[in-house]
């Protein structure tokens, strides 16, 4: 018996996948555990595996085709099957960003399963109620006999009371809204299409900024003793076969590991909000972010009160190499109890950034600047470094962010405690 090829959700937030590529092509045969396709989401590409033995057919969606969650998207035949006349075979590319596959056709009877004699997913009667009440026959959880919709299963979804809303963000259109590109000279300006990424980085931050009640907090912190600290550790760094030395801190591995030894510190910072409570987190893993084409990620570095600086180092450069090449793992990005955002290395001195929820803070560092500051009565040159603390209110009170600034500003003036 036929099996159905169903595009995964590899996304908590994923409606709908477009499929990048097939590894395979219809006839071709294909064995259980095998990379199969590709999933573009929003941030990563992933590849799913094929679900069964057998021969590929009936490919719903082609490359650079989008379908549902949940959808059929090809199937596997066991050798020798018959092949259903249902489905069409190899079916052609589907423009990119068009309507899913699943939803132009009624898939759940018209798949290899309904030809081969099986009840179809749900009774003549359940789907004429459906059609009259309006509601989609696939939006409804089946009790009948494998899984298929029965009447009362859509009675009982007809009389539930509706959800409340959710809070939409709002639209962004593929191309520039015409009353703006309206009061520019025509021939001015390119139309750039907004991606998946974009959108979902648009969508996230406009709902942070708008749900989420932000604060700020600011310290400067001087870097004389931390620079000097680097420079001794990295000319201690043990070297490879080729001569190179194994690791190389950066200033941002300290600010890295300053920020999870003070959430350490200050455990009622190290928190995210909940709706109707407060995690209160154990670790430190702390989220960074990293520019990619198009925008950004924020994979996190997990148990970094654990971890030495030349581990941390080591792990952050991974991250972020397989961040630009969009090759992280979900589980690489999401989480987290806090962020950094580091844009020193562009001159930045100082900025606020966006909380990114669950998390609960996000640190701006800006770049470390030479001033002449007064010591013991005299002006002397020192480093010194602009961090800006945002905090979501829900979560974290202002004496608790200062609380945490000020640990993370010891640290980063005693660079010696991080080694201790």
Same mark, same amino acid.
């Given at each position: &018996?036929?099996?159905?090829?169903i595009? $995964?959700?590899?996304? &908590?937030?994923m409606?709908t996948g +477009?499929?990048?590529?097939? @590894?395979? +092509?219809?006839?071709d045969?294909?064995? +259980?555990?095998?990379a199969l396709f %590709?999933i /573009?989401?929003?941030?990563?590409?992933m590849?799913?595996?094929? $679900?069964a033995?057998?021969?590929?057919?009936?490919?719903?969606v082609? /490359?650079g085709?989008?379908a549902?969650?949940?959808?059929a998207?090809?199937?596997i035949?066991?050798?020798? %099957?018959?092949?259903?006349?249902?489905a069409p075979?190899?079916?052609?590319?589907?423009k990119?960003?068009?309507?899913?596959?699943?939803?132009?056709?009624?898939?759940?009877?018209?798949g290899?399963?309904?030809?081969?004699g099986?009840? $179809?997913?749900?009774?003549?009667?359940? #789907? #004429?109620?459906a059609?009259?009440?309006?509601?989609?026959?696939?939006?409804?959880?089946g009790?009948?006999?494998?899984g298929?919709?029965?009447?009362?299963?859509?009675?009982k *979804?007809a009389?539930a009371p509706?959800?409340?809303?959710?809070?939409?963000?709002p639209?962004i259109?593929p191309q520039a809204?015409?009353?703006?590109?309206s009061?520019?000279?025509?021939?001015s300006?390119?139309?750039?299409p907004v991606?998946? *990424?974009?959108?979902?980085i648009?969508? #996230?931050l406009?709902?942070?900024k708008?749900?989420?009640p @932000?604060?700020y907090?600011?310290?400067?912190?001087r870097?004389?003793r931390?620079k000097?600290a680097? /420079?001794?550790?990295?000319?201690?760094?043990?070297?490879?076969?080729?001569? +190179?030395?194994?690791?190389?801190?950066?200033?941002?591995?300290?600010?890295?590991?300053?920020?999870?030894?003070?959430?350490?510190k200050?455990?009622?910072?190290?928190?995210?909000?909940?709706?109707?409570?407060?995690l209160?987190h154990? !670790?430190s893993d702390?989220g960074v972010?990293?520019?990619v084409?198009?925008?950004?990620?924020?994979?996190?570095?997990?148990?970094?009160?654990?971890?030495t600086l030349?581990?941390? !180092?080591? /792990? &952050?450069k991974?991250?972020? =190499?397989?961040?630009r090449?969009?090759?992280?793992?979900?589980?690489?990005?999401?989480?987290?109890t806090?962020?950094?955002?580091?844009?020193?290395?562009?001159?930045?001195?100082?900025?606020? =950034?966006?909380?990114?929820?669950? @998390?609960?803070?996000?640190?701006?560092?800006g770049?470390?600047?030479?001033?002449?500051v007064?010591?013991?009565?005299?002006?002397a040159?020192?480093?010194?470094?602009?961090?800006?603390l !945002?905090c979501? @209110?829900?979560?974290?009170?202002?004496?608790?962010?200062a609380?945490?600034?000020?640990?993370?500003?010891?640290?980063?003036?005693?660079?010696?405690?991080?080694?201790?």
């Amino acid at each position: &018996m036929a099996v159905e090829v169903i595009l $995964p959700r590899v996304d &908590m937030d994923m409606a709908t996948g +477009k499929i990048s590529k097939w @590894h395979a +092509k219809d006839g071709d045969k294909v064995a +259980k555990g095998a990379a199969l396709f %590709e999933i /573009e989401t929003d941030k990563a590409a992933m590849e799913i595996d094929a $679900p069964a033995d057998g021969i590929l057919r009936n490919i719903l969606v082609g /490359e650079g085709g989008t379908a549902a969650v949940g959808s059929a998207v090809a199937f596997i035949y066991a050798d020798g %099957e018959a092949v259903s006349a249902a489905a069409p075979v190899a079916a052609a590319p589907v423009k990119q960003d068009a309507p899913a596959a699943a939803s132009s056709a009624p898939a759940p009877v018209a798949g290899p399963k309904a030809m081969n004699g099986e009840a $179809p997913r749900a009774t003549p009667l359940a #789907r #004429r109620l459906a059609k009259q009440a309006g509601v989609p026959i696939t939006a409804i959880a089946g009790s009948g006999p494998r899984g298929r919709v029965v009447a009362a299963d859509v009675r009982k *979804m007809a009389e539930a009371p509706a959800p409340a809303p959710a809070p939409k963000a709002p639209a962004i259109a593929p191309q520039a809204d015409q009353s703006v590109q309206s009061i520019y000279q025509p021939g001015s300006f390119d139309i750039l299409p907004v991606d998946g *990424m974009r959108r979902t980085i648009a969508a #996230r931050l406009t709902e942070s900024k708008q749900t989420v009640p @932000h604060f700020y907090l600011s310290v400067t912190a001087r870097l004389d003793r931390l620079k000097a600290a680097r /420079e001794q550790l990295n000319a201690s760094a043990p070297k490879g076969a080729d001569g +190179k030395p194994l690791w190389k801190l950066s200033i941002n591995d300290f600010v890295i590991k300053a920020m999870g030894l003070a959430l350490q510190k200050v455990p009622a910072a190290n928190v995210t909000w909940a709706g109707d409570s407060i995690l209160q987190h154990k !670790s430190s893993d702390v989220g960074v972010a990293v520019a990619v084409e198009g925008g950004l990620f924020t994979p996190v570095v997990r148990n970094v009160e654990t971890k030495t600086l030349a581990a941390i !180092s080591t /792990e &952050m450069k991974d991250l972020a =190499a397989r961040a630009r090449s969009r090759t992280l793992a979900r589980n690489e990005y999401q989480g987290g109890t806090a962020a950094i955002s580091n844009l020193g290395m562009y001159g930045i001195e100082q900025f606020t =950034a966006i909380i990114n929820p669950p @998390h609960a803070t996000i640190l701006a560092v800006g770049a470390g600047v030479e001033r002449f500051v007064p010591v013991k009565g005299q002006p002397a040159l020192a480093t010194e470094m602009t961090c800006t603390l !945002s905090c979501d @209110h829900r979560a974290v009170d202002g004496a608790v962010g200062a609380e945490l600034l000020q640990a993370f500003r010891s640290l980063i003036e005693e660079p010696l405690l991080m080694l201790a």
